[in-house]
């Protein structure tokens, strides 16, 4: 379920034309604003931070909680459902449309 999370979000952000990646393990996953996973702490550093919080924000307001910080790792739990993935990479499609305003 995580990669259909992490897959469906960047299919979401390429649709908008938004540079951002995703890189997941198991149920961890983290989420960059930048064209490719990083690879380097430098890299970390060149991710969108302004977009991250607004796209944070963006996802708070439809009742999607992820960690407030662009350098925090997200996590898929048995306690998720398909739906509730489903309904993540839907709100992922309004947050990322609302970047392009």
């Known amino acids: ?7 469906g979000m960047t299919g979401a952000a390429s ?11 198991g149920g961890m996953f983290g989420l960059y604003f ?7 702490f430098d890299e970390i ?9 607004k796209f944070f924000h963006s996802m708070l307001k ?3 909680y992820f960690g407030p910080s662009a350098f925090e790792a997200g996590f898929v739990s048995a ?8 309904e993540t990479i839907e709100a ?10």
């Open 45 to 53: 550093m060149e991710s969108n931070r302004v977009k991250f919080n």
């Open 92 to 101: 992922s499609h309004k947050a990322f449309e609302s970047l392009n305003d």
């Open 15 to 25: 649709k908008n034309g938004i540079k951002f990646s995703a890189r997941s393990v």
């Open 34 to 40: 930048r064209e490719s996973p990083p690879n380097s």
């Open 1 to 7: 379920m995580t990669k259909e999370l992490v897959d």
């Open 79 to 86: 306690a998720h459902s398909e739906k509730d993935i489903k």
């Open 62 to 64: 439809q009742g999607i």
